[in-house]
Antibody
């Protein structure tokens, strides 16, 4: 059973960098994309970007200048992929999801609420 | 403003069928058979219900079906049940600057 779990700070100060990690268990880092998607409270889903195990990435153009994704394949039992979003503002406050897939997502993490506030 | 257009809300009575539309362009919905649908309950992560226009993942009820005509994709739920109430989102592969776009979401109310 594939499981994804987001982790990271729930509170980030404006202008700082939001850093989240997604830990994947029950699945090998098979050749498929891994994505980050976010959802502001009461609003719709926004695709942030995706990463392939090779390290190849695609980002939402609206966030591209502030986003970096990476993957850690060093562990055998599980692997992790990460999201860094720099220069955050209140508009970046949202629930952040990690998910398996590139353009459709069949496994999702439970989501992590990140508040941007001083 | 979302790239794909969905109705803000739909409703139906138990046992009835409803259809949610998702309208895009030839650069996304109309150009590729990569439309997906997600169900989301309050406080929960989205759940994949349909992928590649009309395919159901294992474990998803056959009451859910997907189709596409031109630039509009549709999700049909037959035999509506109370547990179907929630938000539904469509997404599509796109040939524009971002490979994926979402619809704005549709709130389904079971009367």
């Amino acid at each position: 059973q594939v499981q994804l779990q987001e982790s990271g700070p729930g509170l980030v100060k404006p202008s700082e960098t939001l850093s989240l990690t997604c830990t994947v268990s029950g699945d090998s880092i098979s050749p498929q994309y891994w994505s980050w998607i976010r959802q502001p409270a009461g609003k719709g889903l926004e695709w942030i970007g995706r990463i392939y195990p090779s390290g190849s990435t695609n980002y939402n153009p609206s966030l591209k200048s502030r986003v970096i994704m990476s993957v850690d394949k060093s562990r055998k039992q599980f692997f992790q992929f990460s999201l860094k979003l720099s220069s955050v503002t209140a508009a970046d406050t949202a629930v952040y999801y990690c998910a398996r897939g590139g353009y459709s997502w069949n496994y999702w993490g439970q989501g992590i609420l990140v508040n941007v506030s001083s | 403003q979302s790239a794909l257009t969905q109705p803000a809300s739909v409703s139906g009575s138990p046992g009835q069928s409803i259809t949610i539309s998702c309208t895009g362009t030839t650069s996304d919905v109309g150009g590729y058979d990569y439309v997906s649908w997600y169900q989301q309950h309050p406080g929960k992560a989205p759940k994949l219900m349909i992928y590649d226009v009309s395919n159901r993942p294992s474990g998803v009820s056959n009451r859910f079906s997907g189709s596409k005509s031109g630039n509009t994709a549709s999700l049909t739920i037959s035999g509506l049940q109370a547990e179907d109430e929630g938000d539904y989102y469509c997404s599509s592969y796109t040939s524009t600057s971002t490979p994926v776009v979402f619809g704005g979401g549709t709130k389904l109310t079971v009367l």
